[in-house]
């Protein structure tokens, strides 16, 4: 399986970041599978955001289910991630992950992502 963020790496205050996890691999809809988004700001751990099971319901973070939005095309078989109203503490390596119920079995290579005028 191989996953692969891409999007903007530059971001400014107050828009909303967008990101696009491409899987291959592993069909984005698949039982038993959950396609996560996590992201590591500099000097700090891992955060996880949400992720989107083969339901369709999506569970995100207290902390940023007020502006986060995950999506997937199973047409194009990848996973999306809008985060809006972003401030300069978004800025951080984000990455899409792949999970079971034994946890995280794939990662993707991450990609950075700087919120700054």
């Known amino acids: 399986v191989q996953l692969l963020e891409s999007g903007p790496g530059l971001v400014k205050p107050s828009q909303t970041l967008s990101l696009t996890c491409t899987v291959s691999?592993?069909?984005?809809?698949?039982?038993?599978?959950?396609w996560s988004w996590i992201r590591q700001a500099p000097g700090k751990g891992l955060e996880w955001m949400g992720y989107i099971p083969l339901s369709g319901n999506t569970y995100y973070s207290p902390s940023l289910k007020s502006r986060t939005t995950i999506s997937r095309d199973t047409s194009k078989n990848l996973i999306t991630l809008r985060l809006s109203s972003v401030t300069p503490e978004a800025t951080a390596v984000y990455y899409c992950?792949?999970?079971?119920?034994?946890?995280?079995?794939?990662w993707g290579q991450g990609t950075q992502v700087t919120v700054s005028s």
């Open positions: 691999g592993a069909s984005v809809a698949t039982a038993g599978v959950f």
């Open positions: 992950a792949k999970s079971t119920y034994s946890g995280v079995d794939s």
